[in-house]
């Protein structure tokens, strides 16, 4: 199993937890804040681009006020550090995909150390852009019953989505990032930074001149994965309802 603090962030927080280390485990961090358990992929696809080594694919959506949802097509592989080998289930920098926590480990030796690999999802990977893409509607489905209230159409979300694909095609969702960030490697950073800067081009064209996108002047990364809900009420001063559904739901 994966064990991950709900609020920690950066890599520094996560424990892969087995029959050996069990009992520890439970001691450190019992009673000690709120966690997410994870099953453990066992078999996570191995890449050629990631050079043996376990990886997870980084993509980003956006979602507006009235639900209409965006995936970018393209997207950044984060790889660990060493070479993976499922004997080993101790070694973080074996196990772990996490950008900031492989800076850690690498300091500054990292100049032929590729720990973020931009790729365009649907040439390169087409199956796994599909069922990546059908998660984050599901993701979206999931989330309208405690969004129906929202303060304008226009408003909007970014998030920096993270999914793991294993060896046999499957794909699964680790986490959800708001305000996801969007910071260079090493060895990649002159095709990262300009990745990003198209990202944040499209994502402002997309948000912000919408209209002068509709119209046809620009090419845009972003691609439409749901439609507007009909459910969704615009009201500044009712939001609260979003967290009182939220709250009854969890109770």
Same mark, same amino acid.
Request: aromatic residues 12%.
């Given at each position: 199993?994966?064990?991950?603090?709900?609020?920690g962030?950066?890599?520094?927080?996560?424990?892969?937890?087995?029959?050996?280390?069990?009992?520890?485990?439970?001691?450190?961090?019992?009673?000690?804040?709120?966690?997410?358990?994870?099953?453990y992929?066992?078999?996570?696809?191995?890449?050629?681009?990631?050079?043996?080594?376990?990886?997870?694919?980084?993509?980003?959506?956006?979602?507006?006020?009235?639900?209409?949802?965006?995936?970018?097509?393209?997207?950044?592989?984060?790889?660990?550090?060493?070479?993976?080998?499922?004997?080993?289930?101790?070694?973080?920098?074996?196990?772990?995909?996490?950008?900031?926590?492989?800076?850690?480990?690498?300091?500054?030796?990292?100049?032929?150390?590729?720990?973020?690999?931009?790729? &365009?999802?649907?040439? /390169?990977?087409?199956?796994?852009?599909?069922?990546?893409?059908? @998660?984050w509607? !599901? *993701?979206?489905?999931? =989330?309208k019953?405690?969004m129906?209230?929202?303060?304008?159409?226009?408003?909007?979300?970014f998030?920096?989505?993270?999914?793991?694909?294993?060896?046999?095609?499957?794909?699964?969702?680790?986490?959800?990032?708001?305000?996801?960030?969007?910071? &260079?490697?090493?060895? /990649?950073?002159?095709?990262?930074?300009?990745?990003?800067?198209? @990202?944040?081009? !499209? *994502?402002?064209?997309? =948000?912000?001149?919408?209209?002068?996108?509709?119209?046809?002047?620009?090419?845009?990364?972003?691609?439409?994965?749901?439609?507007?809900?009909?459910?969704?009420?615009?009201?500044?001063?009712?939001?609260?309802?979003?967290?009182?559904?939220?709250?009854?739901h969890?109770?």
């Amino acid at each position: 199993m994966c064990l991950k603090s709900s609020r920690g962030n950066g890599g520094g927080d996560v424990w892969i937890i087995n029959r050996n280390n069990f009992s520890e485990m439970k001691e450190q961090v019992l009673f000690k804040g709120k966690f997410v358990l994870q099953k453990y992929i066992t078999n996570p696809l191995l890449l050629p681009l990631a050079k043996g080594a376990k990886s997870h694919f980084r993509l980003f959506g956006v979602l507006k006020g009235d639900m209409t949802s965006y995936l970018y097509t393209g997207g950044c592989i984060l790889r660990a550090k060493e070479p993976y080998k499922m004997s080993d289930s101790t070694d973080a920098a074996m196990h772990l995909t996490n950008l900031s926590l492989n800076k850690q480990f690498l300091g500054k030796k990292c100049s032929n150390f590729s720990a973020q690999i931009p790729v &365009n999802l649907p040439i /390169e990977f087409p199956l796994l852009w599909t069922k990546m893409r059908g @998660l984050w509607i !599901d *993701l979206i489905e999931a =989330t309208k019953p405690f969004m129906s209230v929202q303060y304008s159409a226009k408003h909007f979300e970014f998030f920096g989505l993270d999914f793991l694909a294993d060896c046999e095609q499957n794909v699964w969702l680790l986490e959800v990032n708001r305000i996801p960030g969007l910071a &260079n490697s090493c060895a /990649e950073s002159q095709a990262e930074e300009v990745f990003f800067g198209r @990202l944040v081009h !499209d *994502l402002v064209h997309l =948000t912000v001149f919408s209209k002068w996108e509709e119209e046809g002047k620009s090419e845009n990364g972003f691609v439409q994965t749901t439609e507007a809900s009909d459910g969704v009420v615009m009201d500044k001063n009712m939001r609260w309802k979003n967290i009182a559904n939220f709250l009854a739901h969890c109770k």
